[in-house]
């Protein structure tokens, strides 16, 4: 294998990494940006390194599947949430890599299309990525009360300027208004 061939595994490793970080960061909340890039770099070298000694596909999948769960317990939350999206982010990636392999029609075993392969499946997993993200988008949630177009109208729960200004939202009456906080 030449230099070249090695760095596109490098740099295509690289890319599947990052992008398994950022399927994580859809899923799951973690503060901690050091422990994220600690096992971001042990999953990076452990796929890159069985990618370029071992030509076994056994070793492969094993290493795959083992970065994956080392960068998902990087992440805050439960276990059982935490296996369930690495088993899905690798049956993604398993989906993607066999659509690849049966669009493309040449079975030939040279590392340059392997190579090939391995950068369409990465751009593919990239862009289920990102869908997922825009589909799991958490968005900012607002109270529409009071917000409605057209006139301004008084909320019918406040009775007397009494309620208006202390905003208890008491049912009672002035005469019968309860004792607030404010």
């Known amino acids: ?7 596109a595994v490098v740099i ?18 973690g503060k901690n940006q050091i422990k994220k890039i600690i096992s971001c770099f042990i999953a990076f070298l452990a796929t890159t390194v069985c990618f370029l000694t071992a030509n ?9 599947i083992i970065s994956i769960i080392i960068i998902a317990l990087s992440y805050d939350g439960k276990i059982k949430s935490k296996v369930l999206l690495s088993i899905l982010c690798y049956s993604i990636m398993v989906a993607v890599d066999f659509i690849v392999y049966i669009i493309s ?3 030939k075993e040279t590392w340059e299309y392997q190579i090939l392969v391995s950068f369409i499946s990465v751009l593919l997993f990239y862009i289920i990525t990102v869908v997922l993200r825009l589909i799991f988008k958490k968005k900012q949630k607002t109270e529409l009360v009071g917000q409605w177009p057209g006139p ?9 300027s009494r309620h208006r200004r202390c905003g208890c939202r008491s049912s009672a009456h002035s005469a019968e208004h309860p ?4």
């Open 12 to 29: 295509i490793e690289f890319a599947r990494t990052f992008i398994t970080l950022e399927y994580f960061n859809i899923f799951l909340a």
């Open 56 to 64: 076994n596909n056994y070793i492969n999948t094993t290493s795959t």
């Open 105 to 107: 029609a040449d079975n």
């Open 152 to 160: 301004a109208l008084p909320d019918p729960r406040l009775h007397c």
């Open 179 to 182: 004792r607030c906080p404010g």
């Open 1 to 7: 294998m030449n230099m070249l061939n090695v760095a």
